[in-house]
């Protein structure tokens, strides 16, 4: 089993930048795929990005493409996401996920993910 905490969040203008970060516990992250969701009030939790537990694979929802890297660190037991160029619509409580899994795909489904972090918020302002 693993827990996860989230950390990073906060209050950010539009056009701005955040990095959440993930700390994982246990001696098999290595053997995790990450992911992180995000819900927004009122709205249902929707895939942000995953990647496999090597780092050589990952995915990005088209909404967040182009702007938000995820990474990890498996020497540190931490996954990171780099979020650029914020917008009011990306507020919302961020999850971080974790499955056991070495395949090539993490995974981009909730219900892929049994392990979930009690997630961070993120507020952009206009």
């Known amino acids: 089993q693993v827990q996860l905490v989230e950390s990073g969040g906060g209050l950010v203008q539009a056009g701005g930048s955040l990095r959440l970060s993930c700390a994982a516990s246990?001696?098999?992250?290595?053997?995790?795929?990450m992911g992180w969701f995000r819900q927004a009030p009122g709205k249902e939790r929707e895939f942000v990005a995953a990647?496999?537990?090597?780092?050589?694979?990952?995915y990005a929802a088209d909404s967040v493409k182009g702007r938000f890297t995820i990474s990890r660190d498996n020497a540190k037991n931490t996954v990171a996401l780099q979020m650029n160029s914020l917008q009011p619509e990306d507020t919302a409580v961020y999850y971080c996920?974790?499955?056991?899994?070495?395949?090539?795909?993490?995974?981009?489904?909730?219900?892929?993910?049994?392990?979930w972090g009690q997630g961070t918020q993120v507020t952009v302002s206009s």
């Open positions: 246990g001696r098999t992250f290595s053997h995790h795929a």
């Open positions: 996920a974790a499955r056991v899994s070495l395949g090539r795909l993490p995974g981009t489904k909730g219900s892929d993910y049994p392990y």
């Open positions: 990647i496999s537990w090597n780092g050589g694979n990952t």
